[in-house]
């Protein structure tokens, strides 16, 4: 299962469900100018629709590209968090929302609506500023929207908090230990039976995953998760859990098993999961 288009390549991407097909949005790696936007009914068979954002604006905080989609439903409305990045690299939060995702033009541009403000956090308009890889959820009342980006001490991962998925946001800052030297990209969030783990890749170590008590942590030590990089965790219509993930620039797309030999359980990629037990016999 997956898209794995010959004419162009794919990256960072978002997967979603609206009125009988899965929708599968993504940078296009050919022209990061726009989304390259495509649906199926089965997850194997992809039809290429017209590509969505298309059009840019001189001076707007996407006015070069646009990165790393992702989708949140609520209540009819569709709500497209990406990142906008300028002629000098800087890189902010951006917003675009439709009520008919069957016609990609019907994404309407909502602009910037988030931009970090922590302290320590590196972050400086007109140069390469780091702030990318948006992801929502809902808890309680609250929104948490999850970012990654720099700090004085390393790479994190962020999350602010709003009241709407429109904002306004408030920044709370870095939820793991800032990575010296490294940069955490692509985070999503899953929650299974009172965890929440937090999926991520880190430059020059790869896929991680930690396992937490609340959307914002305390957060165990990583574990390792492959194969592949920029993963993104989520349930079909019929409650399946399933990731889709890069290992070339297409996504490739795979069932997710809970495996409960562990407490609390570890995902696995596949449906099949084995372990050798070995058995050591004192004499």
């Not at 899965?22 to 194997?44: K, P, T």
């Not at 309407?108 to 403000?117: A, E, L, S, V």
């Not at 899953?190 to 008590?213: H, S």
Request: glycine letters at 8%; proline letters at 8%.
């Amino acid at each position: 299962m997956g898209w794995f288009p010959t004419e162009f390549g794919l990256k960072d991407h978002t997967v979603f469900w609206y009125d009988g097909y899965y929708y599968l949005a993504s940078i296009y790696l050919d022209s990061q100018d726009r989304f390259a936007y495509a649906r199926s009914v089965d997850l194997c068979n992809w039809d290429d629709l017209f590509p969505i954002l298309t059009e840019h604006t001189l001076g707007e905080w996407d006015e070069m590209n646009i990165w790393s989609p992702y989708v949140y439903e609520e209540s009819g409305f569709f709500y497209m968090y990406y990142t906008g990045v300028t002629y000098t690299m800087t890189q902010s939060i951006m917003l675009a929302i439709s009520e008919n995702p069957a016609d990609p033009h019907s994404w309407q541009p909502q602009g910037m609506i988030f931009q970090p403000n922590h302290s320590g956090m590196i972050w400086v308009k007109d140069q390469w500023a780091d702030c990318r890889d948006p992801m929502i959820i809902k808890y309680e009342n609250q929104y948490y929207l999850y970012y990654t980006g720099s700090d004085t001490g390393g790479g994190i991962i962020g999350v602010a908090t709003a009241l709407s998925p429109t904002g306004p946001w408030t920044d709370l800052g870095s939820i793991i230990p800032p990575l010296p030297g490294a940069l955490a990209e692509s985070s999503t969030i899953a929650q299974v039976e009172g965890t929440y783990y937090l999926f991520y890749n880190q430059t020059g170590v790869g896929e991680l995953f930690r396992m937490g008590t609340s959307p914002t942590g305390p957060w165990q030590d990583p574990l390792p998760f492959h194969p592949g990089w920029a993963h993104e965790i989520w349930v079909t219509p019929q409650g399946d859990w399933f990731t889709s993930y890069l290992t070339t620039p297409t996504v490739t797309i795979s069932p997710l098993t809970w495996d409960d030999f562990y407490q609390p359980a570890h995902p696995w990629i596949g449906t099949d999961v084995f372990h050798i037990l070995l058995a050591f016999l004192i004499h």
